[in-house]
Antibody, heavy 118, light 110 residues
Framework: QVQLVESGGGVVQPGRSLRLSCAAS????????IHWVRQAPGKGLEWVAV????????YYADSVRGRFTISRDNSKNTVYLEVSSLRTEDRAVYYC???????????WGQGTLVTVSS | QSALTQPASVSGSPGQSITISCTGT?????????VFWYQQHPGKAPKLMIY???NRPSGVSNRFSGSKSGNTASLTISGLQAEDEADYYC??????????FGGGTKLTVL
């Protein structure tokens, strides 16, 4: 079955960096775009970024563009989100999500929590 | 990047119907049929309930339906059940290259 497992979250100081990983299994990884969606504690969902199936196309939300970098390694079935220049408002659970077809987010990971605090 | 507008909360009694609205702009909801609805129970990952405005994924109850008029999409849940109590989020493609969620609606089954 489709499985997405995020890791790499933790407590980090403002201005510092972190790399989140999303390990995929149970499907042909290099056929699908993968997104990151985040959710601050007690708040709503916010789309963050997407990387195309081949890694050549990447898009970002305005709130993270220039600070976050999405990438993938199809040989390792893994997507990464490099989060830098972290702000307190970046504190959230970060979900890795498979896009089955245009906008159809069918599979979600369990999320990894990023806490930004001095 | 402003979110789509949803009511913060709605409520209904078992067996009743409720509708949740999702208002966007001509850059998103008004111009594309790429509108989706997600259900999220506390502590769980979201689950897709409606795709492309009014289609249900396999396994989703036919009590859930979607529609769109102009810049506003809607999710209707008929025959409310206790297990429908959850947060609901709409999501739309927004040109030129992003996705946007609504602020979320908390559904309470009285």
């Amino acid at each position: 079955q489709v499985q997405l497992v995020e890791s790499g979250g933790g407590v980090v100081q403002p201005g510092r960096s972190l790399r989140l990983s999303c390990a995929a299994s149970g499907f042909t990884f290099n056929s699908y775009s993968i997104h990151w969606v985040r959710q601050a504690p007690g708040k709503g969902l916010e789309w963050v970024a997407v990387v195309s199936f081949d890694g050549n196309t990447k898009y970002y939300a305005d709130s993270v563009r220039g600070r976050f970098t999405i990438s993938r390694d199809n040989s390792k079935n893994t997507v990464y989100l490099e989060v830098s220049s972290l702000r307190t408002e970046d504190r959230a659970v970060y979900y890795c999500v498979r896009e089955l077809q245009f906008g159809y987010f069918d599979s979600w990971g369990q999320g990894t929590l990023v806490t930004v605090s001095s | 990047q402003s979110a789509l507008t949803q009511p913060a909360s709605v409520s209904g009694s078992p067996g009743q119907s409720i509708t949740i609205s999702c208002t966007g702009t001509t850059r998103d909801v008004g111009s594309y049929n790429s509108v989706f609805w997600y259900q999220q129970h506390p502590g769980k990952a979201p689950k897709l309930m409606i795709y492309d405005v009014n289609n249900r994924p396999s396994g989703v109850s036919n009590r859930f339906s979607g529609s769109k008029s102009g810049n506003t999409a809607s999710l209707t849940i008929s025959g409310l059940q206790a297990e429908d109590e959850a947060d609901y989020y709409c999501c739309s493609y927004r040109r030129p290259d992003s996705w946007v969620f609504g602020g979320g609606t908390k559904l309470t089954v009285l």
